[in-house]
């Protein structure tokens, strides 16, 4: 993603669409990203439907990658069930299509995602040319939206463990100031943890940037950590902006 071009749109689009409670009010948005699959454990199922839970909670709503199954599917679908359509975006590529629930081909045509991918289940969704623009989108909501708001990711892949770093790495350069929250299941992502400090160790990450990224081991917990979180002191405080 280019990040300039994040950061510039972030400053000068409108505000975020407000929650209908409070007029003029910026949403709290977070991104959440996890896998397409459920896992062969029932914890990480019953992590995501626990987010959603906290979510509804703190009135937050959610933006991700889209879709119907896997944790994906159930996350948007539980904050759907609680806080309803509005609170859930989900933005997908036009060709990860094939892989959800109700996926047909009408001859050389598949069916309209809008068929495919129920509202009232799942939330609003919005079919982008490519991985890019995904990432672009969903990033931007998070930067435009209220306090509150930030990246979370749930357990997952090799998809969500690239946009994971993305956000890290941004974090770490300024393009952003957001919370970046680990929900590790089931110690899911304790290596992940672990390397850190090994490349802190081997001096490939300066130990003043180690909190980028931190850890919840619980739906509230997440939101507790994003309350509480403190950017990096080592962050690179560069500007984006400049031509």
Excluded at 145 to 159: I, P, Q
Excluded at 216 to 239: C, H, P, S, W
């Amino acid at each position: 993603m280019a990040g300039s071009q994040v950061q510039n749109e972030a400053k000068h689009s409108d505000d975020t669409p407000t929650d209908g409670s409070v007029p003029g009010h910026k949403q709290p948005t977070v991104c959440v990203f996890c896998g397409a699959r459920e896992g062969s454990s029932p914890a990480h199922l019953a992590a995501a439907r626990s987010l959603a839970q906290a979510l509804h909670r703190n009135k937050i709503h959610l933006v991700y990658g889209g879709g119907t199954v896997g944790i994906m599917g159930e996350v948007a679908k539980t904050l759907v069930s609680l806080s309803g359509p509005q609170a859930v975006h989900g933005i997908i590529p036009q060709a990860l299509l094939r892989f959800e629930r109700n996926y047909q081909e009408e001859g050389a045509q598949p069916r309209d995602a809008q068929e495919m991918i129920d509202e009232k289940t799942f939330g609003r969704t919005t079919v982008v040319k490519d991985m890019h623009t995904r990432k672009q989108m969903m990033a931007r909501e998070v930067i435009e939206g209220g306090e509150g708001g930030g990246f979370v990711a749930l357990s997952g892949g090799y998809g969500t463990l690239e946009e994971l770093m993305e956000v890290v790495t941004w974090n770490q350069l300024g393009i952003h100031a957001h919370p970046i929250i680990v929900f590790n299941v089931d110690g899911y992502w304790t290596d992940l943890l672990k390397w850190v400090k090994n490349a802190v160790g081997a001096g490939f990450i300066a130990e003043n940037n180690t909190s980028i990224m931190v850890e919840a081991t619980t739906g509230d917990g997440v939101i507790d950590r994003i309350k509480e979180y403190q950017n990096a002191e080592g962050r690179f405080m560069l500007q984006w902006n400049e031509r």
